[in-house]
C-alpha cells in the first residue's frame, strides 16, 4: 500500500490490525469454501445434479476469486495471507462442512448454510469498513454481492427439486 494510502488510513478511527485479522479470517473462509464447492461438484446424486455440479464449480471458481482479492488485500497492508488449510480450520469464521454425503439436498443445505455465514461476515466487514477504508469497503461490498447471489442460487435450486 502506497505512503499516501497508509497515511489517509491513519487519519481514521479504523484499527488496522483488527481489520487485516478480519481480512484474514475471511481469506480463511474463501479458501475453505472453495475446497467445499469443489469436493461437492464431483458427486451429487439426486434430481437435478448436472445442474447442482455445475452451479457448485461456478461457485468454486468465484470462492478462490475472492480469496485471491482479499490475499492482494492482505498483501497490501504488508501483512502475509494465511497459508495452510490447518491454519485457515483455526481462523476461520465458517468453518468447513465436508461434503461427506453426496445427496443433493445435504449439499444444498451445507453451501446454503455457508453463504449464509460469509454473506454475515462481509456485511460486519463493511459496517467495520464503512466511511474508514474505500478501497476495502468497495471490495467487502462487491464480495457481498456475490455471495447473495450464490444464497440465492442455491434456494432457486432447492425449491425447484421441493416443488418437484
Given at each position: 500500500m502506497g505512503q499516501k494510502s497508509i497515511e489517509i488510513l491513519k487519519q481514521t478511527?479504523?484499527?488496522i490490525e483488527e481489520l487485516v485479522e478480519k481480512l484474514q479470517k475471511?481469506?480463511?473462509d474463501e479458501c475453505l469454501s472453495y475446497i467445499q464447492y469443489w469436493e461437492?461438484?464431483?458427486f451429487p446424486v439426486g434430481l437435478m445434479r448436472?445442474?447442482?455440479s455445475e452451479e457448485m464449480q461456478e461457485h468454486a471458481e468465484e470462492e478462490l476469486k475472492h480469496a485471491n482479492w482479499l490475499a492482494k488485500r492482505i498483501i497490501d497492508f504488508g501483512v502475509?495471507?494465511?497459508v495452510g488449510p490447518?491454519?485457515?480450520l483455526k481462523r476461520s469464521n465458517c468453518g468447513y462442512q465436508e461434503p461427506l454425503d453426496s445427496d443433493i439436498m445435504t449439499l444444498l443445505e451445507q453451501n446454503i448454510s455457508s453463504e449464509r455465514c460469509a454473506i454475515e461476515v462481509y456485511k460486519q466487514l463493511a459496517d467495520f469498513t464503512r466511511g474508514k477504508d474505500d478501497i476495502?469497503?468497495?471490495l467487502v461490498i462487491k464480495i457481498l454481492e456475490e455471495e447473495v447471489e450464490h444464497e440465492q442460487d442455491l434456494e432457486d435450486i432447492r425449491n425447484d427439486?421441493?416443488?418437484g
Open positions: 478511527s479504523i484499527n475471511a481469506y480463511a461437492g461438484a464431483r448436472s445442474k447442482l502475509m495471507p494465511i490447518h491454519e485457515w476495502t469497503y468497495k427439486i421441493e416443488r
